[in-house]
């Protein structure tokens, strides 16, 4: 498989397994969306590949921007998650971050470090 989207939770908030499964949820679906319009070539690729999703933990907020900051520059689709706040965390909570889909090499070289949920 040459493609994959990239989920990167945070571990500090201490999310139930619900709720970190629905903020996924979020972050994977509009990842795809906008990379469909974005980058269909690609889309196209992954869905075709099976849509491959890896999920990983970070230690908090800043890691999430500097994975953000990272995948803009090297123009990756990337969707921050902020959270209603409508049951575990606080209105605007930033709770993961979504990238890709995209190549496994231009993800791997930032993300394949990071630990697997």
Not at 27 to 50: D, F, H, M, N, R
Not at 60 to 79: C, H, P, Q, T
Not at 105 to 110: I, T
Request: with cysteine; net charge positive; proline share 4%.
């Amino acid at each position: 498989m040459k493609y994959k989207l990239v989920v990167a939770v945070r571990r500090d908030l201490g999310l139930s397994k619900g709720k970190t499964a629905v903020q996924v949820a979020h972050a994977a679906v509009s990842c795809a969306l906008a990379a469909q319009k974005q980058y269909p070539k690609i889309t196209e690729e992954w869905l075709g590949e099976g849509q491959r999703k890896v999920v990983v933990r970070v230690p908090g907020v800043k890691e999430i921007f500097e994975l953000k900051r990272l995948a803009s520059k090297m123009d990756i689709v990337n969707y921050v998650v902020a959270d209603a706040g409508l049951t575990e965390v606080e209105p605007g909570t930033i709770t993961c971050i979504g990238l890709g889909p995209d190549k496994e090499s231009l993800l791997d070289p930032f993300t394949g470090e990071l630990k697997l949920m």
